[in-house]
């Protein structure tokens, strides 16, 4: 059993129209690290996930009516509530999901403070008045919420994905009804019982578990009362949900896959280098749709990185999340430790090195050894695909133009970042790639000021930052007449 100090965050219901609602059908949730069994969770339906939307669209009645100091209101106290039940949460997570407790502490951190950037950002909704076309008319433009927001998460951020999108809701006076992963809803639960305590009305926030996603997907697309699809997780799914999406027009956000390139030139502090790839590379165990998933190196400093950075690798941690020491946890599951064996398999097939790990981990189950490839060729599959594991390839290029196309010889643009000195080059190499967000000498750029967000085929949409209040708000403009 979790040790929790307050046992009541351990919820396994659903939350439909303020109250918890159990189900005769749960699925079990068992925690990776070691397979024990942490709860049976509520396994609910098409039925369920209606009656959540219509409870949204009740409470969007009256919520979209509140004042921005009202919505602030309980958006600041739901983040003080999570502030001070901040081990409890960490500890779910890292039970749930593996990641290290200092993660997944940092996870409850970072989602705290969007929910306090956007309780500040709800005061600051503002319209405009345009200059007229005519003397008998005046023109104003007013921004309202879009209305009911259904919300699709994954596993590997089981409350920042959440906590990215319902706070920008709430503040723009949306309603919301959430499906997170069937991998880790317990962390979720709680965060949703915080969310109680903090006097949200019954209705303004759903929670649906279901084991039957795509049917979750297809009421929340296909109802006329959800008015907006948020949805993070894998660019298939995110496909899918557009196309479904169609037929009532919905508006969409889509945080979708990532295949991030973090470039190191000759020029470059290699030392800075190698630790901006260690924490982007190996934050969650590689499990983040911003991880590094190829590093692309000069080739005159290739040899120095690459052996800094293996003596770097080959220091990190393997372990249980709950474990003081621990830096890299357990992978998700089977099908993803599976994943990563194939692409390694592919790599070294196509003439790659294995300069560090390659294997699966001593501690069995679904850890796996930190892995650093060298000598990769681009044909090997892990230069296309999202890894989403413990594995750096290293590839090699000689210029600036190489470096460029490599980068962007892919259909996602999420993430990328690079290293270099030279004030030219930042420029020149920040505005050729073609991404959403660009990190320069630093492997860390998530933060709520800043808008996240991919281009190409990996995504729409902000998150964060001023922009991200936009994603949740409707622009009317009104014609006033009748002045003279
Ligand atoms: P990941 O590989 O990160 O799990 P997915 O895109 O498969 O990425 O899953 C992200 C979220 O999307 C999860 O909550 C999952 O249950 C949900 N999901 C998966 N398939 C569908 C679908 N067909 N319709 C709606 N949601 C889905």
Same mark, same amino acid.
């Given at each position: 059993?979790?040790?929790?100090?307050?046992?009541?965050?351990?919820?396994?219901?659903?939350?439909?129209?303020? =109250?918890?609602?159990?189900?005769?059908?749960?699925?079990?949730?068992?925690?990776?690290?070691?397979?024990?069994?942490?709860?049976?969770?509520?396994?609910?339906?098409?039925?369920?996930?209606?009656?959540?939307?219509?409870?949204?669209?009740?409470?969007?009645?009256?919520?979209?009516?509140?004042?921005?100091?009202?919505?602030?209101?309980?958006?600041?106290?739901?983040?003080?509530?999570?502030?001070?039940?901040?081990?409890?949460?960490?500890?779910?997570?890292?039970? =749930?999901?593996?990641?290290?407790?200092? =993660?997944?502490?940092?996870?409850?951190?970072?989602?705290?403070?969007?929910?306090?950037?956007?309780?500040?950002?709800?005061?600051?909704?503002?319209?405009?008045?345009?200059?007229?076309?005519?003397?008998?008319?005046?023109?104003?433009?007013?921004?309202?919420?879009?209305?009911?927001?259904?919300?699709?998460?994954?596993?590997?951020?089981?409350?920042?994905?959440?906590?990215?999108?319902?706070?920008?809701?709430?503040?723009?006076?949306?309603?919301?009804?959430?499906?997170?992963?069937?991998?880790?809803?317990?962390?979720?639960?709680?965060?949703?019982?915080?969310?109680?305590?903090?006097?949200?009305?019954?209705?303004?926030?759903?929670?649906?578990?279901?084991?039957?996603?795509?049917?979750?997907?297809?009421?929340?697309?296909?109802?006329?009362?959800?008015?907006?699809?948020?949805?993070?997780?894998?660019?298939?799914?995110?496909?899918?949900?557009?196309?479904?999406?169609?037929?009532?027009?919905?508006?969409?956000?889509?945080?979708?896959?990532?295949?991030?390139?973090?470039?190191?030139?000759?020029?470059?502090?290699?030392?800075?280098?190698?630790?901006?790839?260690?924490?982007?590379?190996?934050?969650?165990?590689?499990?983040?749709?911003?991880?590094?998933?190829?590093?692309?190196?000069?080739?005159?400093?290739?040899?120095?990185?690459?052996?800094?950075?293996?003596?770097?690798?080959? =220091?990190?941690?393997?372990?249980?999340?709950?474990?003081?020491?621990?830096?890299?946890?357990?992978?998700?599951?089977?099908?993803?430790?599976?994943?990563?064996?194939?692409?390694?398999?592919?790599?070294?097939?196509?003439?790659?090195?294995?300069?560090?790990?390659?294997?699966?981990?001593?501690?069995?189950?679904?850890?796996?050894?930190?892995?650093?490839?060298?000598?990769?060729?681009?044909?090997?599959?892990?230069?296309?695909?999202?890894?989403?594991?413990?594995?750096?390839?290293?590839?090699?290029?000689?210029?600036?133009?190489?470096?460029?196309?490599?980068?962007?010889?892919?259909?996602?643009?999420?993430?990328?970042?690079?290293?270099?000195?030279?004030?030219?080059?930042?420029?020149?190499?920040?505005?050729?790639?073609?991404?959403?967000?660009?990190?320069?000498?630093?492997?860390?750029?998530?933060?709520?000021?800043?808008?996240?967000?991919?281009?190409?085929?990996?995504?729409?949409?902000?998150?964060?930052?001023?922009?991200?209040?936009?994603?949740?708000?409707?622009?009317?403009?009104?014609?006033?007449?009748?002045?003279?």
């Amino acid at each position: 059993m979790l040790k929790l100090s307050d046992p009541t965050l351990l919820k396994t219901e659903s939350f439909i129209n303020g =109250e918890w609602r159990s189900s005769s059908q749960t699925y079990a949730v068992k925690n990776p690290a070691n397979g024990q069994h942490l709860a049976d969770v509520a396994n609910h339906g098409v039925e369920e996930a209606q009656e959540a939307v219509e409870a949204g669209y009740d409470a969007y009645k009256s919520w979209k009516k509140t004042t921005a100091a009202e919505r602030a209101a309980v958006l600041m106290k739901w983040a003080d509530l999570m502030e001070q039940h901040r081990e409890d949460l960490a500890t779910i997570m890292t039970s =749930e999901q593996g990641k290290p407790l200092a =993660e997944a502490r940092g996870e409850i951190n970072y989602s705290v403070a969007f929910f306090r950037w956007f309780a500040e950002e709800a005061r600051r909704i503002y319209g405009d008045v345009i200059p007229t076309h005519n003397p008998a008319l005046r023109n104003l433009v007013i921004k309202q919420p879009v209305g009911v927001v259904a919300a699709i998460t994954p596993w590997n951020f089981p409350i920042a994905m959440v906590a990215k999108k319902l706070p920008a809701a709430l503040a723009a006076g949306c309603t919301m009804v959430w499906k997170p992963s069937e991998e880790t809803p317990l962390s979720g639960l709680a965060f949703a019982e915080l969310g109680v305590r903090a006097g949200l009305p019954g209705g303004a926030f759903n929670v649906i578990n279901t084991l039957d996603a795509p049917a979750i997907g297809k009421v929340f697309t296909e109802s006329e009362l959800v008015r907006k699809i948020s949805f993070t997780g894998s660019t298939p799914v995110g496909k899918l949900l557009l196309r479904q999406s169609a037929s009532t027009v919905k508006k969409v956000s889509m945080e979708l896959g990532g295949n991030a390139p973090f470039i190191v030139f000759d020029d470059a502090d290699i030392d800075a280098a190698v630790s901006g790839a260690i924490a982007s590379k190996f934050r969650n165990a590689g499990q983040t749709c911003v991880c590094a998933n190829r590093l692309l190196v000069q080739e005159s400093v290739y040899d120095e990185f690459s052996e800094k950075f293996s003596k770097a690798v080959a =220091e990190l941690h393997v372990g249980d999340g709950m474990a003081a020491e621990t830096t890299v946890g357990p992978l998700i599951n089977q099908a993803a430790l599976d994943k990563v064996e194939v692409l390694i398999d592919d790599a070294v097939s196509h003439g790659a090195q294995v300069a560090l790990g390659g294997n699966r981990h001593d501690l069995g189950g679904t850890f796996y050894q930190p892995t650093v490839l060298t000598e990769v060729p681009f044909e090997a599959r892990l230069s296309r695909e999202e890894i989403f594991g413990p594995v750096a390839p290293i590839f090699r290029f000689s210029t600036e133009e190489e470096a460029l196309e490599q980068a962007n010889a892919t259909e996602y643009g999420l993430a990328c970042y690079f290293y270099a000195r030279d004030i030219g080059r930042i420029w020149r190499v920040s505005e050729g790639l073609e991404y959403g967000m660009v990190g320069v000498n630093t492997g860390m750029i998530s933060t709520p000021v800043a808008p996240f967000g991919g281009i190409k085929e990996s995504g729409l949409g902000r998150e964060g930052s001023k922009y991200g209040l936009d994603d949740y708000l409707e622009m009317k403009f009104m014609c006033i007449g009748g002045i003279d």
